[in-house]
Structures are given as structure tokens and as C-alpha cells.
């Protein structure tokens, strides 16, 4: 195994060292550019072996002496002037099975994409490495890697590399849908709508933070309000025509107040204490919104998450997404709804309208991600219950599991210590079958009276 002295170099100070890994030519009279090496510190198991392409050659450098670029040797801990192993490696062994690619500030249609895989096939990456593609004006960053199950920190890309593009500048809708469960507590005692404000929107605010996101974020909340009345003649003149009646009679309203609309913000936690304030007076003045003095409307109910206007508000963003291209801006990328609900992944919904939303959403691109606060539960989700308009038929109810939607369950990191609670029945310890003689009976009741309280085992909801 033959060792190398280690050098660093500056990429731009130097024209003979104008590349990730300069070596000479003298050293390895079989290599060939375009060859992957594997460099790697002897005897360090918790060391990171670094892959690199060969992309050219300089006499300059000296005998048994390589110099990588400055910035990867500190990213994989290679210190300089130290012995390292280099060896040329097949690329097939190290291939890629995914890698992501993160760009920002920037419009890539398919065509770049497309263009852009091209050009990275048969090259070597590594983690947080820039790409610049200069025939197209691109510029990204690898963010992560994966081959054979496991996540890498370099790697080949060859023609079956699956390649994922994610836009850090996209343009985002957020809805939160102020259903009757957002008033009522979880497990922990906190209001799902403290779970979803407090918990998920204040983690992935701070994630885009970390990661310097810069999308376009608008923020709805959104319900659905039902009046208990049995004609259209117990309403007000001015509320009719703002009415809609269900597959069940009833008389609804869907209620949509924007928060935040098509804004960029460094720091997106500024926001989280003005939904706080929408979230105070949200059902009073939906509930009463068309209350008038010296006049009477039915009595109004805020719905269930399951009788909400899900559909609805994804097809609000579609409206705006599918005319994308209508005088667009070339500095961001990507489209993305994310209707977070404190149900769990039921909702009864039109057929109709569920098949005109998956088409849309499909031809169009557009992601849609539903994250419940709820308890998960023990059956599929998320899950589509259609309407039965025909009361006359007593079939069984018609279900359907959306592909098109991505689900995800929040739940939070919180924990509950044990309680100090002394139960008042005393539960025995586990014994053996042996113990169960009737010879042992006496001693068994005996170390059951006067089992202490620390041997108990505790069973409960709250278990750490």
C-alpha cells in the first residue's frame, strides 16, 4: 500500500491547480482522466474515504505528492501534510443509487433538469460540492447521497442515478384548517392548535432558517360553518347567496381569512405570534359574522375536520398554480400546498370534485402535503369518504386511499414524568411456574403483601 504526502491547494490562485485533485502523471502512468480515486487516512477507522475524478494532470506537483482543493480537505478532515492512500477504484462500485441537489434564487424548468443530469452523469460528487454549469447559467449544491441503503458522502453518478431537484426559493401554501378540534387538547393538555403553531410550524420555520430558504409563503386558515335551519327563508336577505347546501340538506359556509400572502421573510417566527392573534377571535367572528342588530340568523357551528372544505382549499392554490406561466418570475422554482388539519386524515368529500382535484393536481406538478396533529389512527389514511347523494340506496359507503396526496402524522418530543400516584391495587410480581405450587402458596402471598412500591411496574397511557 503505497502512501502519498497530502497537499491543499486554493482553487483560482494557480492555473495548474485549477481543479478538486491535481497529481502527477509520473506516479500513475496507467491513470487516465476521467478515473475515480478513493483517498482515505491509514489505520483511522472513523475517517471518511473521500472519492475524486482525475480531470487533469501537472507537472508542478511534486513526486509521490497529491494536493486536493482546500475546502474538501477541511469538509472530510484531511489534514495537510499528512499520509494518505490513493487508489483508482472501479465506478460501478461506488455508484449512486439517489442523490439530491438544492438550488435557489433561480427558475429550472425540465429541460435544465434534464440538460443538467447529462452533464453530472459519469462524474464524481461529493457532499456540499457547488456545480456549476455554466452552459446554462446553473448553479446548485449536492445535499445528499445515497447508495445501497446507506447515506454517503460521495460517490459516482452514472445513467441509473435517480436525481432530486429541491428548490430552496418555490412558492408555498399554507393551510390551516380551524376545524372544532383546533379548541380542543391532546394527550399533553395543549390545544391542537398550539401543536400545530407551536410544534410543526415552529420546526419548519427553523428548518428553512437552517437551510436558508427563501420561499414565498402564503398562509390561509380556513373552516367550513353549518346553521341549523330548514329553509333558505330562515336567512337573512344579505347571507343567501353566500349559502350552499350539502349532500345532507344542510346549510354551510365556507369561511377563508389570508394571513399571510406572496411574502419572503429571513425570519419566519415573527409570524407565529400573529396567527396566535387570529386564532383568539377566529371562531367568534366566523360564527357571528353575519350577525346584524335587530336581526335573527340561525344558530351556526363551526364542523369537524372531517366535514371540512379540504378539497376546496387545494383547488383555491391550483387556481394559481396552473397559471404559472402567466408573467412568472425566473428567481423561484417549484409549488407546493400544505393543508396541516387537527383530524386525522378523514374527510368526506364530493366525487366529483376529488377526480377534478387529482387531475389537476397531477397534470400540474403541484405537491400537496397533508400533516395531521391528531392521533393517528389504526387504520389507512389519508382516506376519502364520498358522499352517498342518493338516500334511496343502502349500499355500503365508498372509500378511496388518494395517492396523490402525501400524509404525515406531527407529534411532538414532549414528555410526561411519571406520576406520583400510589395505586390502590397492588399487582404481583411475575413468578415462575414453579412457584405456582401449592407448597409455595403461603410464601407467595407473603412477598406479595410486602412487595415494596419501587418493584411495581407501572402501566400506563403516559409510560416514558
Same mark, same amino acid.
Given at each position: ?216 409563503? !402564503? ?11 330548514? %329553509? $333558505?327563508?330562515? =336567512?337573512?336577505? *344579505?347571507?343567501? #347567496? ?61 364542523? !369537524? ?11 383555491? %392554490? $391550483?387556481?394559481? =398554480?396552473?397559471? *404559472?406561466?402567466? #408573467? ?137
Amino acid at each position: 500500500m503505497k502512501l502519498y504526502k497530502l497537499n491543499t491547494h486554493t482553487r483560482g490562485c494557480n492555473k495548474s491547480y485549477d481543479a478538486d485533485l491535481v497529481m502527477n502523471l509520473k506516479d500513475h502512468p496507467n491513470a487516465n482522466v476521467g478515473d475515480v480515486v478513493e483517498i482515505y487516512v491509514p489505520d483511522d477507522e472513523n475517517g471518511t474515504h473521500l472519492l475524486l475524478q482525475i480531470t487533469e494532470f501537472s507537472g508542478s506537483c511534486g513526486r509521490d505528492v497529491i494536493s486536493i482543493e482546500s475546502g474538501i480537505a477541511v469538509a472530510f478532515k484531511l489534514r495537510p501534510y499528512s499520509n494518505v492512500v490513493m487508489r483508482i477504484v472501479n465506478p460501478a462500485d461506488v455508484a449512486l443509487d439517489s442523490i439530491e441537489i438544492t438550488f435557489k434564487d433561480q427558475y429550472m424548468g425540465r429541460s435544465e433538469m434534464w440538460r443538467l443530469k447529462t452533464y453530472l452523469t459519469d462524474t464524481c460528487v461529493y457532499v456540499n460540492k457547488k456545480i456549476d454549469y455554466n452552459d446554462m447559467q446553473i448553479r446548485c449544491q449536492v445535499y445528499e447521497m445515497w447508495s445501497q441503503g446507506e447515506r454517503v458522502a460521495s460517490g459516482v453518478i452514472t445513467d441509473d442515478t435517480k436525481i432530486v431537484f429541491r428548490s430552496s426559493t418555490s412558492m408555498v401554501y399554507l393551510f390551516l384548517q380551524m376545524s372544532s378540534e383546533m379548541w380542543d387538547f391532546d394527550i399533553h393538555g395543549d390545544l391542537y392548535f398550539e401543536k400545530a403553531v407551536n410544534g410543526f410550524l415552529t420546526e419548519l420555520f427553523q428548518k428553512w432558517k437552517k437551510l436558508s430558504c427563501n420561499h414565498e409563503v !402564503t398562509i390561509v386558515l380556513f373552516s367550513r360553518t353549518f346553521y341549523a335551519a330548514k %329553509s $333558505l327563508d330562515e =336567512f337573512p336577505e *344579505h347571507m343567501r #347567496d353566500c349559502l350552499q347546501l350539502d349532500y345532507k340538506g344542510r346549510f354551510y359556509e365556507d369561511f377563508y381569512r389570508v394571513a399571510i400572502q406572496n411574502e419572503r421573510n429571513d425570519d419566519w417566527c415573527t409570524v407565529l405570534g400573529q396567527l396566535r392573534k387570529l386564532f383568539t377571535s377566529y371562531q367568534e367572528t366566523v360564527l357571528r359574522y353575519h350577525e346584524r342588530q335587530h336581526m335573527k340568523i340561525p344558530p351556526a357551528t363551526n364542523s !369537524t375536520a372531517t366535514q371540512g372544505n379540504f378539497l376546496e382549499v387545494l383547488n383555491i %392554490s $391550483l387556481n394559481t =398554480f396552473e397559471k *404559472h406561466y402567466l #408573467d412568472r418570475t425566473f428567481d423561484r422554482t417549484g409549488q407546493l400546498s400544505v393543508v396541516i388539519t387537527p383530524g386525522v386524515g378523514v374527510f368526506s368529500v364530493d366525487r366529483e370534485l376529488t377526480n377534478i382535484t387529482k387531475q389537476r393536481i397531477i397534470d400540474n406538478g403541484v405537491g400537496s402535503d397533508l400533516v395531521c396533529v391528531g392521533e393517528q389512527p389504526l387504520h389507512a389514511v389519508p382516506l376519502l369518504k364520498f358522499h352517498n347523494k342518493d338516500t334511496t340506496l343502502t349500499s355500503a359507503d365508498d372509500y378511496s386511499l388518494p395517492h396523490w396526496i402525501n400524509l404525515s402524522f406531527y407529534s411532538t418530543n414532549k414528555k410526561i414524568a411519571y406520576s406520583s400516584f400510589i395505586p390502590r391495587i397492588k399487582l404481583p410480581l411475575f413468578v415462575s411456574d414453579q412457584a405456582l405450587n401449592a407448597d409455595e402458596g403461603e410464601e407467595n402471598e407473603r412477598n406479595f403483601l410486602s412487595c415494596k412500591q419501587s418493584e411495581y411496574k407501572h402501566n400506563s397511557l403516559f409510560r416514558l
